[in-house]
């Protein structure tokens, strides 16, 4: 039985064979899986605390290899991928362009197979599907810990940068802050705001914007917010869009993928972001820490002769 809506919610694109196995998942098990993946003729797997395991038919999990595995056939590849488009590839077009397909609760699929020319994927060899989890007072430490300016939100994969920044928002918003913040939020992929149904605040408009440096820019110019927020700046040209915020008294908040704190300054991007005076705090979840969340000035990253 599946009591997480979480989960529930993705279930609609999976075979009903895969989907029979997740109902044997513990409530524990269902509560904390992140990811869903699916190779074709493979052994599917979850990911779940951050680490990989493997499902069994009678919905247990393991470590290695063994007997009772859930092995994903061609066919069952296939399918997920029907249901993932609601059988119209067409209108997924510019999603799996960029490798994804966007689900009707927000969460994202990535997807991997042939990629043709003008960007049609077909031959689909593997899915993931990640699930978007709302976690509401998980930024209650961070809150206490900010002071008011642009923050980078930055942990390794699976170590909930984004559930983070979706609570850290909805608290800006609310108030909880101390003042009610108009927060723009710039949803490219839809993951934020969980195609429109998670709770990001009061006070708080989301954009769906392919291209977020363009976001960025009309949010600036027609939403006049107190913060901009968006998942991972990843180019020179988001980067100048978030030069225009700072300029303009706008505060920034967004997420990096990292292993430690030395991809910081090793990537070129992020390095810039931090040295052009827009972050004034950078939040390392806990999995790169060890413990607590911690956050550290650029000047304090500067003495670590990290950038």
Do not use: W
Request: charged share 20%.
């Amino acid at each position: 039985m599946i009591t997480d809506s979480a989960l529930t919610n993705v279930l609609y694109a999976l075979p009903p064979r895969i989907k029979g196995a997740l109902f044997n998942l513990s409530p524990t098990v269902q509560q904390n899986v992140a990811e869903i993946r699916l190779r074709k003729n493979l052994p599917l797997t979850l990911t779940v605390y951050g680490e990989t395991v493997f499902l069994k038919n009678d919905g247990q999990t393991c470590f290695k290899k063994c007997d009772g595995l859930v092995y994903v056939s061609d066919a069952e590849i296939t399918e997920c991928f029907n249901l993932l488009c609601d059988s119209s590839i067409f209108a997924h077009e510019n999603e799996l362009r960029h490798g994804f397909v966007i689900m009707k609760n927000g969460c994202r699929a990535g997807v991997c197979g042939k990629l043709c020319d003008g960007g049609i994927m077909q031959n689909i060899s593997s899915i993931n599907i990640r699930i978007c989890r709302e976690i509401k007072g998980c930024a209650n430490e961070l809150l206490s810990l900010y002071r008011g300016g642009g923050l980078l939100i930055a942990g390794p994969p699976a170590s909930g940068k984004t559930t983070m920044l979706r609570d850290f928002v909805r608290q800006l918003s609310n108030g909880l802050g101390g003042r009610i913040n108009r927060v723009a939020v710039i949803d490219s992929r839809g993951e934020i705001s969980g195609g429109g149904m998670l709770d990001l605040g009061l006070a708080t408009d989301i954009l769906n914007a392919e291209q977020k440096a363009h976001g960025v820019e009309i949010a600036l110019r027609t939403m006049f917010p107190d913060v901009i927020a968006f998942d991972e700046i990843g180019n020179t040209d988001e980067l100048k869009a978030v030069s225009q915020c700072f300029s303009a008294g706008v505060k920034i908040i967004t997420t990096a993928h990292i292993e430690s704190l030395y991809d910081l300054g090793q990537r070129e991007v992020t390095n810039q972001l931090i040295k052009s005076g827009v972050i004034d705090q950078i939040a390392v979840l806990p999995k790169i820490t060890g413990g607590k969340i911690t956050v550290i000035t650029p000047k304090e990253l500067y003495a670590k002769a990290v950038v």
